[in-house]
């Protein structure tokens, strides 16, 4: 991460007068996740697969009129071809596998192909695409929103930004002469996670949730029928004045382990058995690009009242993709 952090940054950021914040980290984050969960790395592949997974996911939360021309359409023929070359990429994979068990298994598709269960069963195909899937379109755009956000709080708010780049030199100096960021920076990098999760309270990325009742809830004076559909609105609890006193003061301070804050009132990763199962890599993953990022870089917001909506209901994003004027350190 800390290597592909730097390669990014030196690539597409070092020289640039100007930059789309929100499309060059999506770019990034979804190289790390392609490599991560299918372990491509291969820049004409990532290329191709991000242009697919653009066109799939639009179609997640499209009308269902599969008629040439809809983006329902496109995202359903954006799916077979992203699952036919999947196919073959786990034929080869498969192949590796049978030549050499002990290949090293770094990404997850190849641990999901070498995965039995307890009869000595493996994972169907249908399967480990779909959790292949499902563990690249939670991850990528996610975090790059999440990365946006927090370097658009930052330049808003200078109070903060001078207290996390001392923990950030701080973290510099004691790592010499190593180059690499350890585990344990990552531990110390409280101020910045503080800062983050500030940012997820006053602006969670994912809106809410949904679920469903499985059986009669009664709650206080409220009857929920079997069946029904609840919402989780993140941005009503987690603004809610009974937890959080001064619920629209920017305070990162709340989540720096001094009892401040109620178990279970800011949730930006969900709760529950269907809590979010990349919020650890989602951290640091957010970590180690800040880290390199305020090492090398301070930016400039060019709409300065750029407003943050909700277009596709879901996800928070800039409306304008957050345009900075960038100044290289
Ligand atoms: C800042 C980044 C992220 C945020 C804000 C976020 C938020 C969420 C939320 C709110 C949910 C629904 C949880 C619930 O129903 O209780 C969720 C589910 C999920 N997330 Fe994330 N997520 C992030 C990053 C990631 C990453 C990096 C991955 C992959 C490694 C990931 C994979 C998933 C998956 C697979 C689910 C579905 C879990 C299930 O239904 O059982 N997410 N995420």
Redesign the pocket.
């Known amino acids: 991460m800390d290597n592909m952090s730097h390669f990014h940054l030196e690539n597409h950021w070092k020289g640039k007068r100007e930059v789309i914040v929100y499309d060059l980290v999506k770019l990034f984050t979804f190289s790390l996740s392609i490599r991560a969960f299918m372990g491509i790395v291969d820049s004409d592949k990532i290329l191709y697969f991000y242009e697919k997974f653009k066109i799939f996911t639009r179609g997640l939360l499209a009308m269902d009129i599969n008629f040439p021309g809809t983006t329902f359409y496109k995202a359903m023929k954006a799916g077979i071809e992203l699952r036919k070359e999947m196919k073959s990429i786990i034929e080869q994979r498969r192949e590796k596998l049978q030549e050499n068990p002990n290949i090293p298994k770094v990404d997850v598709l190849t641990q999901l192909l070498d995965e039995q269960d307890g009869d000595g069963n493996y994972m169907s195909e249908v399967e480990i695409v779909d959790k292949v899937f ?2 690249i379109i ?2 990528y755009d ?2 790059a929103i ?1 990365i946006t956000l927090t370097m658009k709080y930052l330049q808003e708010k200078p109070e903060f930004f001078n207290e996390i780049m001392e923990e950030q030199n701080e973290i510099s100096r004691q790592m010499k002469p190593r180059k690499v960021l350890c585990w344990d920076d990552i531990q110390k990098m409280r101020k910045t996670w503080s800062f983050v999760n500030e940012v ?1 309270r006053n602006k969670p ?2 809106q809410g ?1 949904f679920r469903e009742a499985i059986e009669d809830i009664t709650y206080e004076d409220f009857v929920i029928p079997k069946g029904w559909k609840i919402y989780l609105s993140f941005g009503a609890t987690q603004k809610n004045s009974e937890y959080f006193p001064n619920p629209n003061k920017f305070d990162p301070s709340i989540f720096e382990g001094n009892g401040q804050l109620v178990p279970y009132t800011s949730v ?5 058995h ?5 919020k650890e ?2 951290r640091l993953l957010i970590l180690v690009f800040l880290h390199n990022l305020l090492k090398k870089f301070r930016w400039k917001a060019k709409v300065p009242s750029e407003k943050i909506l909700y277009p596709f209901f879901l996800l928070a994003i800039p409306t304008d993709r957050y345009p900075v004027t960038l100044y290289n350190l």
């Open positions: 499902g563990f939670g991850s996610t975090t999440t997820l990325v994912v949730i930006p990763f969900g709760g529950g269907r809590i979010c199962p990349g890599f989602a």
